[in-house]
Structures are given as structure tokens and as C-alpha cells.
């Protein structure tokens, strides 16, 4: 195949990557899902426009294995601990390219992920998970282990990234892109940084490889017989008993810091009864005995307490605002909440609780 007399390499994900319809629909996606602009300045509404006017020399770079990506721009966000989550902002090119690659990446390594996993995948929703962890408590799995990894995406080794992405990915042309990506670097108050370790948070094509790297992880706990549900980096195993969940939190530390080179978080992981342990902002509940009730779900209450927060905000008296934009705030807060936690078969109780 040649595109303007260049010869692109023999590759059919190649191909699939650098089609019109492939980089269009990328940049389709880019400007919906919109967000602050990287180092070029560029927002990403204008993602459309700025393919038309720079695709050829996109495309150029890419199979002439000369594209060269800008580093990210580090953005810090306030967490509700207090804490800050650092995000990296990628140019809105870098964006079309990476949300490009995960197009054709996605169905090339979605049929290896486990189906224990719900984090960032086709068709498959944090509902979806927090209905497993029901099912194991209702099936008499009563304790479970909460593991906490520290700073997962920033620890990710990208060694041992490579190997798994080649283990399933033989295109190196592809595989070039995502080392480039990988080594990009941030800047950081005018100062720029190299990345030996990490994917960043912000860019297209990190939740992908995210799974790409825990993958090995669900793999063996699935060898091991276990019930464990994971999402990203969120992940519950669960357990009929207490010995058994302190040995699972033992084993499943010592693979994920030994094999995958992450750090368990020792303060926050913990081997507990699953009734009241907490999972994508749920608290799980039994009704009837441990052994034989029905596992259900209430929304945890620091997200109850965030909720009333903000509708206090929304209602203040001197606000300026009409009634009807009351409402409507209102309204649009209570349908995106209740959308979320509808799980928990909450209405009834919420209105209790507010």
C-alpha cells in the first residue's frame, strides 16, 4: 500500500492506523471527550480542524517512523484526602494519534483480558463489577481483601510493559509509537522531565496499557481459583474465611511487587469481613446470615455527605441565580448521582438520608 508514494510498512494494524476513517473517528473522539489543552495551547474541540490541516504530515511521521511525540503537560488535582493526583495533558496531535492507536489496539488485546476485569473496556461498567462483588458475598464469600496499590500509574515499569505488549503485539511500528509515547517526558513549571517509570494519567492510550500490565495479575489469581473482581486499579479478592484472606493479601502483595515491580500500599490494604468494606464508592451489606444472605450495596457515606455538600452549594440563598437554574441544577446532579448509584436500589433510603 502507498500513500502519497510513500510506502507504508507492511503491516495491516499500520494500515488500520493511519486510514482516513481511523484518524477521523479518533479525532471525533478527542474533541468529545474535550479537556484542558496540552503545551501546544490547542483545545481539543479543535481536534477536527486540526487534522484537516495536519494530516498528511501525521501520517508522513508515523510511516516514515519519524513521529516524534511532545511531552505532557503535569497538571495537579486536589483529592478529597487532601492529597494531589497528578495528571499529564498530551498536545491535541498526540491526542488523535494515541486515541487512533487504542482503535486499533483494543480489539488486538481486549480478547487477553480477564473476565474478572471491568476497568476501561468495551462494554463493561463499574455496575458491572460492583454486581460481581454482590454475587461472591451472596454465594458465602463473606471476608475479602482491599488492596490499594501506591500510585499505580506512575510506578508502571515500562520494561516489563514492553515485554507483555509484545507477547500479543508483533507490529513494531506500533510498538515504536508506544515506546515513544512511553518516554515522552513532562513539563512541569517550565522545567521538563524524562518518564523512566509510569503511564500518564490524562493520555488516551494509558487505561489500555494499564490492563495490558495488571493482565499477568488476574491470570494468576484466576490460576489460584480465586474470586476477585478488579477495576483499573481498584481490585477486591474475596475469601469464606479469615485465614484464607490474610493468605490471598500475602500472596497477591508478593506477586504484584516481585513480578510486576508495584507498591502495595501496607496502610490501606487490608484482610477484613467483606460486609461494610467499601468498593467504587459502595459499601457492601449482607441481609440474612454471613453464609447464606444476599450481598447488597449502599453508596458509602463520604460520597453521601460530597452530595450534600454540593446541593448546599447548589440551594445557597444568595447565589443570584433564578429558581428554574436551581432546579435544574438540581436535577441535573441528583440524575448523574442516581444514575451512578442505582446499583444500591437507593431512592427510597436517599431521601432518608438527605
Known amino acids: 500500500?502507498?500513500?502519497?508514494?510513500?510506502?507504508?510498512?507492511?503491516?495491516?494494524?499500520?494500515e488500520k492506523l493511519v486510514s482516513d476513517d481511523n484518524l477521523t473517528k479518533a479525532a471525533k473522539k478527542v474533541r468529545s471527550?474535550?479537556?484542558?489543552?496540552?503545551?501546544?495551547g490547542i483545545p481539543a474541540?479543535?481536534?477536527?480542524?486540526?487534522?484537516?490541516?495536519?494530516?498528511?504530515?501525521?501520517?508522513?511521521?508515523?510511516?516514515?517512523?519519524?513521529?516524534?511525540?511532545?511531552?505532557?503537560?503535569?497538571?495537579?488535582?486536589?483529592?478529597?484526602?487532601?492529597?494531589?493526583?497528578?495528571?499529564?495533558?498530551?498536545?491535541?496531535?498526540?491526542?488523535?494519534?494515541?486515541?487512533?492507536?487504542?482503535?486499533?489496539l483494543t480489539p488486538v488485546f481486549e480478547p487477553t483480558f480477564s473476565?474478572?476485569?471491568?476497568?476501561?473496556?468495551?462494554?463493561?461498567?463499574?455496575?458491572?463489577?460492583?454486581?460481581?462483588?454482590?454475587?461472591?458475598?451472596?454465594e458465602g464469600y463473606n471476608h475479602v481483601v482491599d488492596l490499594d496499590l501506591?500510585?499505580?500509574?506512575?510506578?508502571?515499569?515500562?520494561?516489563?510493559?514492553?515485554?507483555?505488549?509484545?507477547?500479543?503485539?508483533?507490529?513494531?511500528?506500533?510498538?515504536?509509537?508506544?515506546?515513544?509515547?512511553?518516554?515522552?517526558?513532562?513539563?512541569?513549571?517550565?522545567k521538563l522531565e524524562e518518564t523512566e517509570l509510569g503511564v500518564s494519567q490524562g493520555n488516551p492510550l494509558s487505561p489500555l496499557l494499564a490492563?495490558?500490565?495488571l493482565t499477568p495479575f488476574d491470570k494468576e489469581m484466576e490460576k489460584r481459583g480465586l474470586r476477585f473482581v478488579r477495576y483499573a486499579d481498584d481490585c477486591q479478592l474475596f475469601t469464606k474465611s479469615d485465614y484464607a484472606a490474610a493468605r490471598v493479601m500475602k500472596n497477591a502483595t508478593k506477586y504484584l511487587e516481585n513480578k510486576l515491580k508495584l507498591k502495595v500500599n501496607v496502610e490501606k490494604t487490608e484482610a477484613r469481613?467483606?460486609?461494610?468494606?467499601?468498593?467504587?464508592?459502595?459499601?457492601?451489606?449482607?441481609?440474612?446470615?454471613k453464609e447464606n444472605g444476599r450481598g447488597v450495596c449502599r453508596p458509602r457515606g463520604k460520597k453521601i455527605e460530597s452530595l450534600?455538600?454540593?446541593?448546599?452549594?447548589?440551594?445557597?440563598?444568595?447565589?443570584?441565580?433564578?429558581?428554574?437554574?436551581?432546579?435544574?441544577?438540581?436535577?441535573?446532579?441528583?440524575?448523574?448521582?442516581?444514575?451512578?448509584?442505582?446499583r444500591g436500589n437507593i431512592l427510597t433510603w436517599l431521601m432518608k438520608e438527605l
Open 45 to 104: 474541540e479543535d481536534a477536527l480542524v486540526y487534522l484537516l490541516k495536519n494530516q498528511e504530515r501525521i501520517v508522513s511521521e508515523i510511516i516514515t517512523r519519524k513521529y516524534k511525540p511532545s511531552p505532557v503537560r503535569r497538571v495537579e488535582i486536589p483529592k478529597a484526602n487532601g492529597k494531589k493526583r497528578l495528571l499529564g495533558i498530551p498536545t491535541v496531535r498526540d491526542r488523535i494519534v494515541q486515541q487512533a492507536m487504542v482503535q486499533v
Open 1 to 14: 500500500m502507498t500513500r502519497e508514494g510513500m510506502a507504508v510498512p507492511n503491516t495491516t494494524l499500520c
Open 150 to 190: 501506591s500510585q499505580f500509574f506512575d510506578t508502571v515499569n515500562h520494561d516489563i510493559l514492553m515485554g507483555l505488549v509484545d507477547k500479543d503485539m508483533e507490529d513494531k511500528d506500533i510498538r515504536r509509537l508506544i515506546f515513544v509515547f512511553l518516554k515522552a517526558g513532562v513539563l512541569y513549571r517550565d
Open 211 to 213: 490492563n495490558v500490565y
Open 33 to 40: 471527550n474535550d479537556g484542558a489543552p496540552g503545551i501546544d
Open 308 to 342: 450534600k455538600e454540593k446541593l448546599k452549594v447548589i440551594t445557597k440563598r444568595n447565589r443570584g441565580v433564578s429558581i428554574h437554574q436551581v432546579i435544574m441544577e438540581i436535577n441535573e446532579t441528583m440524575l448523574g448521582w442516581l444514575a451512578y448509584y442505582a
Open 273 to 289: 469481613e467483606a460486609e461494610g468494606s467499601c468498593f467504587l464508592g459502595f459499601t457492601f451489606m449482607t441481609l440474612g446470615s
Open 115 to 138: 473476565d474478572f476485569s471491568f476497568g476501561y473496556r468495551p462494554n463493561r461498567s463499574a455496575e458491572d463489577a460492583v454486581r460481581l462483588a454482590q454475587l461472591y458475598m451472596s
